[in-house]
């Protein structure tokens, strides 16, 4: 079974602090992503990787920034946290070429 | 911009009773996703349809992606409280995955 795996499952943060949220995902897939869950608002994608050291913009990208170093590990950077970043984070992965995703169990951010 | 439109957007219903959502674009899909989301945790693929009429049976569960590759069902028959969820589809095309808003479905006991 591919496992994705999040750094944490809920994070509370202040105003202005730097954010970093990890993904891990044990399946040697090459494409990762990261999206945004809001009520009302579905998900919304930020950033994606089809590669090691790529990364592509999604529709919501700004106010954050990604790295990929290692091909099983993607982080979402959060430069300055503010009040509108209060969101569920949803990392995925998928094999190259396919469509379905694998999601990971999501980080509950709240910043105050 | 390719749009996924799903229907309806909550359904409460009693176990034991059946059940259809809808998904649907004005868009051509190479292939439709179905994923399942409990509250507090991230989805989880059930069904990938990728030919136009094709129909999948996953336990109580059937999928059908439409005959133009264009939309989606999802058929529950008597449903049951462990299948109360947030039902998302999602279609690939060009090399993206456009996400619906989803169908919350509470199924009572």
């Known amino acids: 079974d591919v496992k994705v795996t999040q750094s944490s499952r809920y994070l509370v943060k202040r105003t202005g602090e730097k954010v970093f949220l990890e993904c891990v995902q044990d399946?040697?897939?090459?494409?990762m992503f990261w999206y945004r869950q809001d009520p009302g608002l579905g998900l919304r994608l930020i950033y994606f990787?089809?590669?090691?050291?790529?990364?592509e913009k999604g529709d919501i990208p700004e106010g954050y920034s990604v790295s990929r170093e290692k091909k099983e590990r993607f982080s979402l950077i959060l430069e300055s946290a503010s009040t509108n970043q209060t969101s569920m984070y949803l990392c995925?992965?998928?094999?190259?070429?396919?469509?379905?995703?694998?999601f990971g169990p999501g980080t509950r951010l709240t910043v105050t | 911009t390719q749009l996924l439109e799903q229907s309806p957007q909550f359904l409460s219903i009693q176990e034991g009773e059946n059940l259809t959502v809808y998904c649907n674009s004005s868009?051509?899909?190479?292939?439709l996703q179905w994923y399942r989301q409990e509250p507090g945790e991230g989805p989880v693929l059930l069904v990938t349809?990728?030919?136009?009429?094709e129909v999948k049976k996953l336990k109580r569960l059937t999928f059908q992606f439409g005959d133009a590759r264009k939309d989606s069902s999802l058929h529950i028959t008597a449903a049951q409280p462990g299948d109360t969820g947030l039902y998302l589809c999602?279609?690939?095309?060009?090399?993206?995955?456009?996400f619906g808003k989803g169908t919350k479905l509470s199924v009572k006991p």
């Open positions: 995925a992965s998928s094999l190259r070429r396919t469509y379905e995703q694998y």
């Open positions: 399946m040697d897939h090459e494409n």
């Open positions: 990787s089809y590669d090691v050291k790529m990364k």
């Open positions: 868009s051509v899909f190479s292939s």
């Open positions: 349809v990728v030919t136009g009429g």
């Open positions: 999602a279609g690939g095309s060009q090399g993206n995955l456009i």
